[in-house]
């Protein structure tokens, strides 16, 4: 368990933006990743919560023109054994551990603060910006990962209550999530955890929302099938609190039809992957469809004109943090993930990306001036479709991870944003994009 110090009383706290769906534009963002070499921020604090808090980050996001932060997790985690063997750490923060308590490595560590105090004055921050905060939480597995792995919390508890065991083999998890187990939401004892949790984020916190990992893993019934009756929707939908909040979700996992976009029940916004592969494959494939890139354009409807849902349920994306920046994107054909020590293997293997004549970095005049237009293109294309937009935190300043699309354990300058080498052009792009978005 990790032992957190209570927030301060809520008293006199800014409220919460609440955001029309229809204007939200979310911009998803790692707490460390996004301030580390801000040259504008001081360096006790880079990386932490009040470095996202601090005056000129807020004046970036503002200047920008995005409504909502979507941060990666920043619930207490571990860091598995393969990496720690490899000198390297989960920095994405996909290996939960105790669902309630703010990742300490993101505190600045300042005398009379705590992790959850710091994490309070941020969210306090951007609101007073007038920024929603929406989380990334992982609820479908642990940082205990299969059946070799550590005992650090559930496993000891009661395994069989809050893990999905194999049925006829119950030595074994059941790996929908592919991180070795898979939490069983089919029972209530796990839906009252999910849901006390994200109850004190929103209540403790003032937390705007929240992006579910793998949803489809949580949707899952007690013969594994993905179910719109499935509990925790109930819990949150007759929730006064979180009934109220934004509910975000990764609509697919990797068990038997995890795949499940336009599933989900109304009210809730869905990562939509085919929008992604459609507006690649028109601007950097040969393979791009008419039909399929207006369908897109115009809101996805064969996905979510259903149940009253509206064109906003799409949440729109060209790039995220799972895959190429979009720098990247048109500067490689292939990932370049060697420094994952895992022999180039892991990471999508077909991105849809093209290097426009070069592999990586380049002085050829004609190959960097076409890689300018068509990340403009892209951009534009995001920012001029119906649905709700995201967009990933640095794209806007030309950042890129040197070919990396899986930098979940790059906790050094290939997942920090280089804003020393900012694309003032390209940032003033996103700007207009986004005010003509916003008229």
Known sequence: ARVAAPAAALAARPPRPAIPRAAMVLYEAHVRSLTMLHPGIPPPLRGSYAALAHPVMLAHLR???????????????????ALQLRGLSNHWGYAPIAWLAPEPRYWSGRPGTTPAGEFRDMVDALHGA???????????HSAETDHAGPTLSLRGLANAR????????EAHYENWTGCGNSLDLAEPRVVELVVGALRHWAAHYGVDGFRFDLATTLARD??????????????????PLLSRLKWIAEPWDLGPGGYRLGAFPPGWMEWNDQYRDTMRAWWLRAAGDRAAFAHRLA?????????????????NFI??????????LVSYDHRHNQANGEGNRDGHHDNASWNCGAEGDTGDAAILALRGRLRRALA?????????????????????????????????DTSWLDWH????????????LLSLRRR
């Open 222 to 239: 007690a013969h594994g099938h993905f179910s719109r009756s499935a509990g925790l929707f109930a819990a949150l939908q007759s929730d």
């Open 319 to 328: 790039t995220a943090h799972d895959g190429f920046t979009l720098r990247d």
């Open 130 to 140: 007038g920024l929603e905060v929406v989380l990334d939480v992982v609820f479908n």
């Open 421 to 432: 080498g900012a694309d003032d052009e390209l940032l003033a792009c996103f700007q207009r």
């Open 299 to 315: 809101g996805s409807s064969a996905q979510f004109r259903h149940d009253g849902r509206e064109p906003g349920a799409s949440i």
């Open 63 to 81: 200047a920008l023109g995005v409504t909502t932060l979507n941060l990666l997790p920043v619930h207490f985690r571990a860091d598995e054994a």
């Open 162 to 169: 809050y893990y999905r065991l194999r049925a006829g083999d």
């Open 380 to 412: 534009a294309t995001l920012l001029c479709s119906q649905g709700t937009p995201m967009l990933l935190a640095g794209d806007e300043i030309g950042h890129g991870q040197r070919g990396n699309n899986n930098a979940y354990c790059q906790d050094n």
